[in-house]
């Protein structure tokens, strides 16, 4: 345990980034907050994840959401971690490995960098490839896989975002040029101890082993490839018939589609496999960015060749796609169920707001709606 504890006074941030074990690992520090905290550990925010205050921080706040309400909750996550009393304070957001170099030094400004320790959770590029295609689909893309591996490998990404989460070695520098690389710690996952990450977060906080148990109930299953390849079909039809991506954001990302993946999988549906040259490429990139990482003089737990690692290359006698029927079903329910969840919303919105007592005038309202009726302006002429 003394070998990882990092010592008192430590504000650890877990930036992840994406598809790295965050939700995981953010949910057994939201269901062991009460443990955590009587061993001298805070786990920061008021929910499980405060993916909105570092969404707007990062300067990626989506547009169903209240930026000024956003900055609110980012000024509250920032007292919290700095005014704290427990001896060491963690809060975790894969949307940090979004931060551009300006944001991170925003971040590193707000929360004092003296006390710092950024910690990032890695994983095999070529583990990570399919369920990153998937959840970009939950946010609209129309690519298929094929031709997004192709885009992201020859430089012409339709979602640039990708490299900048997974281009590993950048983002260790990112976060180690602000904070020192010696304040940099990165995890690389073991992908075959699953108790791996959350005991390793143990001992860098002193937590007595077993604090962190991952809930069972929670679910962030990557989607199988044929509801992948529906919710495709769905996103190329929903963009032809030119419809709102606000409206898709709030129905099919935060809703329907977390509805589509409570559904339990059968044994033999298709998982979502990457094409031979895809895996030889990931692994490549994979190698030069371990390499880098040991070099930047960060602190590495695990091994760093388990980023060159590959994964099971696809069959190349696969047949067309054939859709199951209860998927197209599953969908469809799901976005009714959104439809009606939103409206709730909306109603609920739109009666506390005429509930809510008229706003009394200001001085200077007064005087000018006094001089609009001595003037006649503003009135309505027929």
């Known amino acids: 345990m003394t070998e990882l504890l990092l010592p008192e006074g430590t504000r650890l941030v877990h930036v992840g980034p994406h598809k790295t074990g965050s939700t995981a690992l953010q949910g057994a520090f939201d269901n062991a907050r009460g443990a955590a905290l009587e061993q001298g550990v805070r786990y920061a925010g008021r929910t499980r994840h405060e993916s909105v205050a570092v969404r707007w921080v990062t300067d990626r706040i989506l547009p169903q959401q209240n930026p000024v309400a956003a900055e609110k909750r980012w000024r509250e996550l920032v007292t919290e971690l700095t005014e704290s009393p427990e001896p060491r ?98 995890i690389m996952l073991d992908g075959k101890d699953y108790g791996f990450l959350p005991h390793t977060f143990e001992e860098l906080l002193g937590l007595r082993d077993g604090t962190l148990e991952v809930p069972e109930d929670l679910v962030n299953r990557s989607l199988t490839f044929h509801e992948a390849e529906m919710l495709r079909a769905f996103n190329v039809q929903y963009k032809a018939e030119k419809l709102p991506m606000p409206l898709y954001d709030r129905l099919v990302n935060t809703r329907a589609g977390h509805y589509l993946k409570h559904r339990r999988p059968e044994a033999g549906e298709a998982r979502i496999e990457t094409p031979g040259w895809a895996i030889e490429a990931a692994q490549k990139v994979g190698a030069e960015m371990a390499e880098n990482i040991v070099a930047s003089g960060a602190r590495v737990i695990g091994d760093p060749g388990t980023l060159a690692l590959g994964a099971r290359p696809r069959s190349e006698d696969e047949g067309p796609v054939v859709l199951d029927p209860e998927l197209s079903a599953r969908l469809a329910v799901g976005l009714v169920l959104a439809g009606q969840e939103v409206q709730e919303i909306d109603l609920r919105a739109a009666r506390r707001a005429a509930e809510r007592p008229p706003r009394p005038m200001t001085a200077r309202e007064m005087l000018g709606a006094a001089r609009r009726r001595v003037t006649g302006k503003g009135t309505r002429r027929h």
């Open 89 to 186: 304070v963690v809060v975790s957001s894969e949307f940090f490995s979004d931060a551009k170099e300006e944001h991170v030094e925003a971040v590193v400004r707000d929360l004092g960098r003296e006390k710092l320790t950024i910690a990032i959770t890695l994983r095999p590029l070529a583990k990570i490839l399919p369920s990153q295609w998937q959840q970009y689909l939950q946010r609209g893309m129309t690519h298929s896989y094929d031709e997004w591996l192709d885009r992201t490998f020859n430089g012409t990404s339709p979602t640039p975002s990708f490299w900048q989460r997974h281009r590993h070695d950048a983002l260790v520098r990112r976060w180690g040029d602000v904070v020192g690389f010696d304040n940099v710690v990165v």
